[in-house]
């Protein structure tokens, strides 16, 4: 059975909704995950998603941050925290569906380097993969995605020498993200697509981004190698990106084969 999955980060679901429902209409994933839908939980738009035909779990705050999973199947074994208790931003959630975990990841996007916030970001990446040494096997079907907020190689960030040691390409930051390949994560859409620069994110700030190919790969689809084995084709649509009051991210999409869920 074919299983199709997608990632965005929608810069505020709310605002974002008719993009979403639209695009979801047209490809029908049976799972999606979000990034910063800015929404506190009883205000997360859950009703769209039910009529969809999709169930909706998240964890949110007010303008900042938050996370969703959209799924056509009930999830299982929900996890809202990365940390014990409740979290200080809501940017980790995971469930299972079938035979596959699915997490969700938010990271900070780091502000400035040396500054408390990018400390910040690196810790929370090294946190994220804590939880998942402490509770998962690489033998494991994981599926990890989101918006990790680093560029790993040249060939993810435009003029790479000019943003080189900057936030989101530092070497700190891909050192970290490392780790995540070494225990045994893989980024499929590098699997399936080695070549080329493929960017997921375009700064509002610079006109006509996406048409200039001035953009970054900070989004990630990254899973275990058994599941990687599975996956059948990666792609990023940039219709999304391209529409009237778009986010500054769009959808990341990959395929599987033989999956039960």
């Known amino acids: 059975m074919t299983f199709?999955?997608?990632?965005?980060?929608?810069?505020?679901?709310?605002?974002?909704?008719?993009?979403?429902?639209?695009?979801?209409?047209?490809?029908r994933p049976d799972v999606l995950?979000?990034?910063?839908?800015?929404?506190?939980?009883?205000?997360?738009p859950s009703?769209?998603?039910?009529?969809?035909g999709y169930?909706?779990?998240f964890t949110g705050q007010k303008s900042y941050n938050g996370v969703a999973i959209i799924s056509k199947n009930p999830l299982n074994d929900i996890c809202l925290n990365l940390?014990?208790?409740?979290?200080?931003?809501?940017?980790?959630?995971?469930?299972?569906?079938?035979d596959i975990t699915l997490i969700n990841a938010y990271a900070p996007q780091g502000f400035e380097v040396g500054s408390e916030k990018f400390e910040y970001k690196l810790r929370w990446l090294r946190d994220l993969l804590r939880?998942?040494?402490?509770?998962?096997?690489?033998?494991?079907?994981?599926?990890?995605?989101?918006?990790?907020?680093?560029?790993?190689?040249?060939?993810?960030?435009?003029?790479?020498?000019?943003?080189?040691?900057?936030?989101?390409?530092?070497p700190d930051e891909q050192a970290v993200m490392q780790e995540f390949f070494k225990w045994g994560f893989i980024d499929i859409f590098r699997k399936h697509q080695p070549d080329g620069a493929c960017f997921t994110f375009w700064d509002y700030r610079i006109p006509n981004a996406v048409k200039r190919g001035m953009g970054?790969?900070?989004?990630?689809?990254?899973t275990t190698a058994p599941l990687a084995e599975k996956s059948s084709n990666t792609w990023i649509d940039i219709k999304p990106r391209m529409l009237e009051r778009p986010s500054d991210?769009?959808?990341v999409v990959a395929e599987f084969q033989d999956i039960v869920f």
């Open 4 to 27: 199709k999955f997608a990632t965005f980060n929608a810069n505020s679901v709310r605002t974002r909704l008719p993009v979403i429902l639209e695009w979801m209409d047209n490809e």
């Open 33 to 44: 995950f979000l990034q910063e839908t800015k929404v506190q939980d009883r205000d997360f």
């Open 47 to 52: 009703d769209p998603f039910s009529e969809a």
């Open 55 to 57: 169930h909706a779990v």
């Open 83 to 98: 940390y014990d208790g409740i979290d200080e931003q809501s940017r980790f959630i995971s469930a299972v569906t079938g």
């Open 131 to 170: 939880h998942i040494t402490a509770n998962y096997d690489p033998d494991d079907f994981i599926l990890l995605a989101g918006d990790f907020n680093v560029a790993l190689q040249p060939i993810d960030v435009y003029a790479p020498e000019r943003h080189k040691g900057q936030v989101g390409f530092h």
């Open 216 to 222: 970054w790969r900070i989004d990630y689809v990254l």
């Open 249 to 251: 991210h769009t959808f």
